[in-house]
C-alpha cells in the first residue's frame, strides 16, 4: 500500500485553528491545565469523550495556532502535565 504522504510532513498553513484531544481522568483538574497553558487566548474547550466505566474523560481543544512551533509547544506543554495522560 502507497504511503499517502510518501513519508513527507503534511503541509499546514498557518495561522490555522487546530484540534487538540487530551485524555485524563479528572475533567476540572484537565480543564485547569488548558487554562495554565493557554491562558487568556481565545480557545473552544468541551467535553468530547467519558469512558463506560467513567475512569477517562477526553476534551476537546480548538484554538488558533501562529505556526509550528507554537502548535508543538501547546502540545509539549499539556503532554507534560501530570494530570494528563495522553494528547492527541
Request: neutral net charge; proline residues 5%; contains cysteine.
Amino acid at each position: 500500500m502507497d504511503n499517502f504522504l510518501d513519508g513527507r510532513k503534511p503541509e499546514i498553513s498557518y495561522p490555522c485553528v487546530w484540534t487538540y484531544r487530551i485524555i485524563g481522568w479528572d475533567e476540572p483538574r484537565l480543564r485547569a491545565v488548558v487554562t495554565e497553558v493557554v491562558g487568556r487566548c481565545e480557545h473552544r474547550l468541551q467535553l468530547a469523550r467519558e469512558s463506560s466505566g467513567g475512569k477517562y474523560r477526553t476534551l476537546q481543544l480548538e484554538l488558533e495556532v501562529r505556526d509550528e512551533a507554537h502548535r508543538t509547544e501547546i502540545f509539549a506543554r499539556i503532554s507534560q502535565h501530570p494530570d494528563v495522560r495522553f494528547v492527541i
